[in-house]
């Protein structure tokens, strides 16, 4: 036993903050689900300041529920209280929790928060074993938590400010050329494309079949008849060089033998084919991540549930995690499997790394 020492009160009370601060953002993460999925911050983004019972008699939610909540929204600092029992949405908070196509829509992520925290309980198992949970342990919602909380940008940024940033790739797209994008989820980045691009074919490579699954029905929803989806063990990517653009957005991290689909891509690229690669900022110590991102709590918290768990949902995993893929990994991952060009390029993302890479 390691001999008594005695507490000092004041970092007593500062921890009990900390630790019970994280409580707090988590309860307010359950009531901001529910905000997203009853509807309550669209409702308020048009009513302005209301009170429970004007938000009761627009949603026809029980009222008394509606008030605990508006209180905790406010409380939170979510909602700005007015006075009274009136509480409204700021234009902000409407960017982050209300329009789903504005590029900081943030509440989507949300959307799988009660399949995210259920996770906790099977991690215990995964701590001695050592083995993690691949996408699919989260069902259906998870699918769909990936979809909301990565679809904004996709939706508002991709087409019109990130592709013409590649020199002649709109060109390309617009003539008709072969794409691939790997670990697509449920392809909302490749409908976006598609819809924009009708002339080009686009594949889409993914282990998750609720995201397959997904995917399948947003495509057919588009009418984006362009857009295939594959997956990845019954149909590897093949070795003939055919794609002329390659795309992996927030997935390599997540694999557990990124070596492996890298050598696979140099295999299906062509000569003078582009890959454009998005994974999260990060670097190479704990000491510079934690010093550089805000968040990066909840990023290695995010690991641990997700993505680590992810990259070593197989014996032998990589087990990369959320902060694991720095540019410098990557730069040595990419040129190991015999692309010679990398290339950082920023699109002013505030979590995401874009690099080019090229044969
Ligand atoms: C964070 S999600 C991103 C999905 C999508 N690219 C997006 O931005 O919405 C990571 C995805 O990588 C997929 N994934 C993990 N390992 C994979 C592999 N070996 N091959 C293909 N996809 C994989 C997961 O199933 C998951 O759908």
């Given at each position: ?300 918290g995010t690991s641990v549930m997700t993505c680590m768990s992810s990259a070593l949902s197989e014996p032998g995993g990589a087990g990369l995690g959320t902060l694991g893929l720095h540019p410098a990994l990557l730069e040595d991952m990419v ?25």
């Amino acid at each position: 036993m390691a001999p008594e020492t005695p507490l000092d009160s004041d970092r007593l009370r500062a921890m009990a903050r900390t630790v019970f601060g994280a409580y707090s953002g988590a309860v307010t993460s359950a009531m901001i689900y529910l905000g997203d999925r009853l509807g309550l911050y669209r409702s308020l983004a048009e009513t302005g300041a209301v009170n429970s019972e004007e938000l009761a008699k627009r949603t026809g939610l029980s009222e008394r529920w509606l008030r605990e909540w508006l209180h905790q929204q406010g409380a939170a600092g979510v909602l700005a209280h007015e006075g009274g029992d009136r509480f409204s949405l700021s234009p902000e908070a409407g960017a982050v929790l209300a329009d789903e196509r504005h590029p900081a829509f943030g509440a989507g992520f949300f959307s799988h928060f009660p399949q995210t925290m259920a996770i906790a309980e099977r991690l215990p198992e995964a701590f001695e074993s050592g083995l993690g949970l691949p996408y699919d342990a989260f069902g259906a919602e998870g699918a769909v938590g990936v979809e909301r909380g990565f679809a904004p940008w996709f939706r508002s940024l991709l087409v019109p400010v990130a592709l013409p940033r590649i020199d002649g790739l709109v060109e390309g797209l617009e003539a008709g050329i072969q794409v691939a994008d790997v670990g697509c989820g449920t392809g909302v980045a490749m409908i976006e494309m598609a819809k924009a691009f009708p002339k080009t074919d686009f594949h889409g490579y993914e282990l998750s079949n609720h995201a397959i699954a997904r995917g399948r029905a947003n495509a057919a929803e588009a009418g984006a008849d362009n857009v295939r989806f594959h997956h990845v063990r019954e149909e590897p990517l093949p070795e003939d060089e055919r794609f002329d653009f390659v795309t992996t957005f927030d997935c390599l991290h997540d694999m557990t033998d990124p070596a492996s689909i890298v050598a696979g891509i140099r295999k299906a690229i062509a000569p003078a084919g582009r890959w454009l690669i998005a994974d999260i900022k990060c670097h190479g110590s704990y000491e510079a991540n934690v010093a550089e991102n805000p968040m990066a709590a909840m990023m290695y918290g995010t690991s641990v549930m997700t993505c680590m768990s992810s990259a070593l949902s197989e014996p032998g995993g990589a087990g990369l995690g959320t902060l694991g893929l720095h540019p410098a990994l990557l730069e040595d991952m990419v040129h190991d499997a015999g692309f010679g060009k990398f290339q950082p390029i920023d699109f002013g993302h505030p979590v995401n790394a874009f690099y080019l890479v090229q044969p």
